[in-house]
């Protein structure tokens, strides 16, 4: 995660929280979130899930860390070829340092006491946060 994903938690904070209601409410499962390369805006609405899971955080960042090691070089050439203009475009869709993700934990906690504080400073209600976990949880 780049420093578009901390402005992403900052500014599309009701974006997220409708990702992750529509998740709470698909009565879809599994279901499937993704973006170009699955890290910042997927990896957010993922992210942001599993801890409103009750998921370990240690868990969360390993899993996010994974996808580093798990996309395939060519689909990443591809969304770099995208986006010549951008320097670093190659590092920020190749890399998944866990240290982003715990940086991105540790500013929503700063803020707003936990992830659950976020969700509902942007939207979500307890009937969502219990539908979601209800989902989630899911057999």
Not at 10 to 37: F, I, K, M, N, Y
Not at 46 to 75: C, F, K, M, N, W
Not at 102 to 129: K, M, N, P, Q, W
């Amino acid at each position: 995660m780049n420093r578009d994903a901390q402005v992403i938690v900052e500014q599309r904070g009701h974006a997220l929280t409708t990702a992750l209601r529509a998740l709470a409410h698909s009565g879809a499962t599994p279901a499937l979130v993704h973006c170009a390369s699955g890290k910042d805006r997927t990896g957010l609405v993922v992210a942001l899930a599993l801890a409103l899971a009750g998921v370990d955080r240690a868990a969360i960042v390993a899993d996010y860390a994974a996808s580093e090691r798990h996309l395939p070089a060519a689909h990443l050439d591809a969304i770099v070829a995208r986006w010549p203009a951008r320097a670093n475009a190659a590092a920020l869709i190749r890399l998944s340092p866990p240290a982003a993700l715990e940086r991105i934990f540790r500013h929503i906690d700063d803020r707003h006491g936990s992830v659950a504080g976020y969700a509902r400073a942007h939207g979500l209600t307890a009937e969502d946060l219990t539908q979601l976990n209800r989902s989630l949880s899911a057999p």
